[in-house]
């Protein structure tokens, strides 16, 4: 892939937060690792599922790319320059280019303001149009979204959560931007109601050749809209590829045991899925583990594990859009239900682990 | 076998100041011995206050209709014998396991008190014995040493562990689970439903899921309830209500979720949004947003009966209970277009 093809690139991107430990006067100085090097390509027009548990960075990162945080280390680049240390008003017109759709459509939008107004505040801030301009632009946004541009002068609690998600999709397209960021956009909502969202975001994208970044804990959705999905643990994309290849061929453990935790509704896929389940909670991102952050508890975990830190690259010869980091990775076929770690003089945290043949 | 559980003909209103909200109407099921039933539903179905209702947990509602538990109506029942009931034969986890435990007290202590009052008889040293044993029991390690952290010191997924522990604590024979799983992550939910599971068969615990989960249902239920409105709209075993529905919404319901197959698909959604619970329109409640209404449906609510000659198969829809004579009626709805 040349430079040129992706809109947004990042590269090393940490971004770390202090955190205070202990009482008031004995100011600590750890940090929480939330996001520990990412690299990262977005092509332009398309969708990139970025996926990972509570905790994992995945909203950290969305956050730092569109510079609502500045990173720690590391650079951005979007549209071939590089924003990462832009001033506020230098970042100002490509504010413009990137918009964020959150996932709480209940807190994102004012409750005390009318409709018209929150679609109508890019225009406003940004100076674009004005007066019975704007409110036309409003009305038309209204429209393009599914919703009744007679209601521009109704408060926020009158709409139902999936209307109020339209509401943050309008305002996220006023401006026409390149990057949409889709953090958990439709997580709030009802299946049925999940649905007209979803297909929403599809038929706007092919409108507006628009590029997203669409972060979502729920593996179904994120399949059902990426082109290419990037699985982050504990601060770090573990594993990305093609969605297909993803889905049939995950050859990072950790990836194959999210996918088979998924729950399918269909009883006989249900019936036959071999699920893995997990020892453990994922540790703190303040001390993350040595080597590989997911030995503590892969079921295929060795010595190597502990000391070296796998980087992210094609294993087993796959292609090279399909980037792993992991120092085992698994074959097509290979059963991670019968693996067990191995892994002397540590301490493993076996927190949790559902004892082989134990209960029941 | 009889029922463990049989409701029957259940309704529940709220008075509020914008009217009455009628959050169940009419609901109706039954949950056998071992059993595992999932109530499944949108948000605003009634699938939680239903359950909530038979526990004593709404207050203020006004309540119609007959639980019978074991031979007793939990609706008409004493407060003292409810108490009896609830806690000891019935277990209950909710969603949010941090808002249902205490923050100041340890976790040890609040199992020990929960034993303690239902069992006058038994010593403090044994009730912390048999709590730490739940502990380890749904897998909590280190049980002996956590039993005295407080919640706070818990993960989610093992808050959530120290609530099924607690629930279990009696060994009820009713667990009613009100959407357990869905504060929690995927991996750590297979963690949780693992331990429901083999403690149900340990203990032969009969099990209500509330959830809006198909996948969940798919992996647990052994029969299901499809909420919408608040009444059942479809009864069923587990794979007629995934390969052999009748009910138009479980069909919508269905059809909305992500594919599994095809990627990138447009996916179908149900039309429209659920309607208001204080105002509801005559007929079928799903009759504004289903594809195969006729006139029928906008006047007359259909009752819930027996489908394609299944006693296990009930749904509420004015479409036909014949197999083939349902087919060529929604074929013939269809092509007549959406009205």
Known sequence: MTTDDALLRLVGVHKHFPVQIGALLSRGHEFVHAVDGVDLQVRRGETLGLVGETGCGKSTLARSIARLYDVTSGSVWFDGRDITRLSRRAMRPLRREIQVIFQDPYGSLNPRRRVGSIIGDPFAIHGVASGARRKKQVQELMELVGLNPEHYNRFPAEFSGGQRQRIGVARALALRPKLVICDEPVSALDVSIQAQIINLLADLQDEFDLTYVFISHDLSVVRHVSDRIAVMYLGKIVETAPTPQLFEAPRHPYTRALLSALPVPDPDVSDSQQRVILAGDMPSPVAPPSGCRFHTRCPKARNDCVKREPPLVAVLGDADDHATACLFPLEVGESLILASPQIEDTVIDVDAAPEPGGVA | ?339
């Not at chain 2, 007959?66 to 609830?86: C, K, N, Q, V, Y």
């Not at chain 2, 899921?209 to 239920?221: N, P």
């Not at chain 2, 919508?252 to 959604?269: C, I, K």
């Open chain 2, 1 to 339: 076998m009889p029922s463990l559980l049989s409701v029957r003909d259940l309704h529940v209103s709220f008075d509020t100041s914008d009217g009455v909200v009628q959050a169940v109407r009419g609901l109706s099921f039954d949950v056998r011995r071992g059993d595992t039933l999932a109530i499944v539903g949108e948000s605003g179905s009634g699938k939680s206050v239903a359950t909530q209702t038979i526990t004593g947990l709404t207050r203020g509602a006004r309540i119609s209709g007959e639980a019978l538990f074991d031979g007793i109506d939990l609706l008409s029942a004493e407060p003292a014998t409810l108490r009896r009931i609830r806690g000891a034969r019935i277990g209950m986890i909710f969603q949010d396991p941090l808002s249902s435990l205490h923050p100041y007290y340890r976790v040890g202590w609040q199992i020990v008190e929960m034993i303690q009052a239902h069992d006058q008889e038994i010593s403090k040293r044994d009730a912390r014995g048999r709590a730490a044993e739940l502990l380890s029991l749904v897998g909590i390690p280190q049980a002996s040493k956590r039993i005295d952290d407080y919640p706070h010191q818990f993960s989610g997924g093992m808050r959530q562990r120290v609530m099924i522990a607690m629930a279990m604590a009696l060994n009820p024979e009713l667990l009613i689970a009100d959407e357990p799983t869905t504060a929690l992550d995927v991996t750590v939910q297979a963690q949780v439903l693992h331990v429901m599971r083999n403690l149900q068969q340990q203990f032969g615990t009969a099990i209500i899921l509330i959830t809006h989960d198909l996948g969940v249902v798919a992996q647990t239920a052994d029969h299901v309830v499809v909420m919408y409105a608040g009444s059942a709209m479809e009864r069923a075993r587990r794979r007629e209500i995934f390969y052999r529905h009748h009910n138009p919404y479980t069909e919508g319901l269905l059809l909305s979720l992500p594919a599994q197959g095809e990627a990138g698909e447009r996916l179908t959604p149900i039309k429209g949004t659920p309607p208001s619970l204080i105002d509801l329109p005559p007929g079928c409640p799903f009759a504004p947003r289903c594809p195969y209404v006729f006139d029928r449906c906008r006047v007359e609510t259909p009752p819930l009966d027996d489908v394609f000659r299944d006693p296990f198969h009930q749904s509420a829809c004015w479409l036909s209970a014949d197999e083939a004579t349902r087919e060529r009626q929604r074929a013939a709805l269809k092509a007549t277009g959406t009205s």
